[in-house]
Structures are given as C-alpha cells and as structure tokens.
C-alpha cells in the first residue's frame, strides 16, 4: 500500500475518533436525561457505563494520535503501544463500570423502587442505543483497516453500550407487563455481567499485545508473499518474527542464499523481498532480512539448478509454511529429525 494511501487511513483513524468522543458526550447526556425521567437502576447502569465511554473514547482519541507519529531518536520503534495501554485501560474502565452498576443495582434488588414514565425512558434509550450499534461497528471496521487497537476496543465499548441499552428495555418492558420492579435491577446485574465479560476480554488482549504475542494473520500473510514470489535460488526461510505496535509491523527473518553468492546480489534480492513484503502490508512498518550462507545439507531441499557447489541431487521442494519459517533452519531440522 502506498504512504498516500497509509496517510489517509491514519487521518480517517483520528477523524473517527473524534466522532466517537462527540457522540460518547451526546448520548451520555441522553441518557441521564432517561434516568431523571424514570429514576430506573437500569437506565442508570446504562448511563454510568456512557461516563466511561467519555473517558475512553478522549483517551483513545489521543493514543490514536500519538501513535501515528513516525519513529524518533527515543522511540526507534514508534510509538505504536500506546494503542494496547489505551485498550487495556478502556478494558480497565469497563469492569468499573460493571462494579458501580452492581454497587447501584443489588440494594434495589431486596428493596425495588418504583420507575416512572417508562415509554419515555424507553424511547430516549431506544435512541441511544441505536447510535451507539452504528458508531461501534463503524469504529471497529476502521480500527480493524488502520489497525488501531484502540479504535477497534472503543468499537467494542460501543456495542457493549448498545447491547447494555438492549438489555435495559427489555428489563423496562418486563416491568411495564409484569408490574415487576425487581425486574429492573434484575436486568441491570445481567448487564453488570456482560460488560464485565467484555472488559476482561479488552484486557486480556492489551497484555498479550503489550508482551509481542505472535500475530498469526500476519505471519501467515508473510510466508504466503514469500512463497507466491519464491525464487529457486530463495532456499530457506527461518527464524521468522512478527508483530505489531500499534499500526506499524515489525518483521524479522534470516534467509538462505546461495554462498557463492557476492553481497551486492544477496543484499539486492533482500531488498526485493522487504519491498513484496511492504507492499501487501497496509501499513508502515519495518522488516529485517539476516542472511545465512547455503550448506552442504541444505542441497537435498535446494532447486537451483546448476549450482556450482550441489553436493547432493535435489530429493524434495518443500512448500514454505509458517509453521516451517518460525522454526530453525531447514538443514538443521532435517538433521535432527534423522536418527
């Protein structure tokens, strides 16, 4: 992808979060309007998870911003992490609100309080609701084409604040049929609870980013590249590392050339390969290619043909696989693999 194309995904990326911030205000004050009518525990868990909606859509806002800055003399690999704090600290807040929306919900259990103008309440939350379903999809679809971790959690936050809505008129319709108020708290507790859920899983998700947990679609998307454009003289890939911070990528691999190869080409057809690689990739990042010279072992996997230095006939051409490219080197597993 081209640094127009890369720009203009970035710039959309700071865009949405800006939107997400206005509406996160917008419908916060919607739904406080909702609980002053109704004075409903429902409503109010569906209110006081909109205050931590506020709170991290500003946050996401800026970890957006910031990690689009390019790499600096104190941040040679970007500043691309901030998105998974960002994420982990969305996900920190969301079990919060679940916690208030318990503290504030249990009392009502054993002592239900009666709610008042309920088809109003509805109507407002209703509204709501609905917004909230539209930004959250939109968020996480950008977030997921700027790769922006934070956008992609605020997207999450969102729809997690839609189905709390959800969940809020059915327990406000269940009291409008039944007469039921313990319904009401009922219904916030189930909300507590799914939040909670969600919020664990941001967590769980900002830790494994933050320890450069191997990324499978991009390790995949990697050795597919090499492999579409494998050269006969490419004879082994290994070693292969990749991860993300934030939306750049980071690759790194050692690659098998042939060692009578002068460094001007080997360092050539490096560059070629780096280069296929950026180009399926979205957006910027870096890629560091070691080279290792061939071995005599490594002729029985080699298709080279002629080769001055063949010490054995050519008996197999494996297919590059990502399960082959993060292990060692070809010639050693074939080594250590004969008894």
Same mark, same amino acid.
């Given at each position: 992808m081209g640094s127009a194309d890369i720009h203009w995904l970035t710039d959309r990326g700071a865009r949405v979060a800006w939107l997400s911030l206005a509406m996160s205000i917008v419908l916060l004050s919607l739904k406080f309007v909702a609980y002053h009518l109704t004075g409903s525990a429902a409503v109010l868990s569906d209110a006081l998870e909109s205050i931590v909606n506020v709170i991290a859509s500003g946050f996401a806002l800026f970890s957006v911003t910031l990690s689009a800055r390019p790499p600096d003399e104190s941040h040679p690999y970007g500043h691309g992490r901030i998105e998974f704090f960002s994420a982990g600290f969305e996900g920190a807040l969301i079990i919060a609100a679940a916690l208030a929306i318990c503290a504030a919900a249990i009392p009502r259990v054993f002592a239900p309080e009666p709610i008042t103008r309920l088809s109003l309440g509805m109507l407002l939350v209703c509204a709501a609701g609905a917004a909230n379903a539209l930004l959250g999809f939109y968020l996480q679809y950008v977030g997921h084409r700027t790769h922006s971790l934070a956008l992609v959690a605020d997207g999450k936050h969102l729809l997690s604040d839609a189905y709390t809505s959800a969940g809020v008129l059915l327990g406000i319709?269940?009291?409008?049929?039944?007469?039921?108020?313990?319904?009401?708290?009922?219904?916030?507790?189930?909300?507590?609870?799914?939040?909670?859920?969600?919020?664990? !899983?941001? $967590?769980?998700?900002? /830790?494994?980013? @933050?320890?450069? *947990?191997?990324? &499978?679609?991009?390790?995949?998307? %990697?050795?597919?590249?090499?492999?579409?454009?494998?050269?006969?003289?490419?004879?082994?890939i290994h070693n292969l590392r990749a991860w993300r911070s934030g939306p750049r990528y980071h690759v790194d691999f050692h690659?098998?050339?042939?060692r009578y190869w002068a460094l001007e080409h080997? !360092?050539? $057809?490096?560059?070629? /390969?780096?280069? @296929?690689?950026? *180009?399926?990739? &979205?957006?910027?990042?870096?890629? %560091?290619?070691?080279?290792?010279?061939?071995?005599?072992?490594?002729?029985?996997?080699?298709?080279?043909?002629?080769?001055?230095?063949?010490?054995?006939?050519?008996?197999?051409?494996?297919?590059?696989?990502?399960?082959?490219?993060?292990?060692?080197?070809?010639?050693?597993?074939?080594?250590?693999?004969?008894?």
């Open positions: 319709l269940g009291v409008m049929l039944t007469g039921w108020h313990v319904l009401d708290a009922l219904t916030a507790l189930a909300v507590a609870f799914h939040i909670l859920v969600m919020g664990w !899983h941001l $967590v769980r998700e900002s /830790i494994a980013r @933050l320890m450069d *947990e191997a990324e &499978p679609a991009l390790l995949q998307r %990697i050795v597919q590249t090499m492999q579409t454009a494998r050269q006969d003289a490419w004879i082994d690659l098998t050339l042939p080997s !360092h050539a $057809v490096a560059q070629q /390969i780096e280069h @296929l690689i950026e *180009e399926t990739q &979205p957006t910027h990042g870096d890629v %560091i290619i070691h080279l290792d010279p061939c071995m005599p072992s490594d002729c029985p996997c080699c298709a080279l043909s002629p080769c001055p230095v063949r010490a054995a006939a050519q008996q197999e051409h494996r297919p590059w696989t990502v399960a082959a490219a993060i292990g060692g080197p070809m010639s050693r597993v074939s080594e250590m693999a004969t008894p």
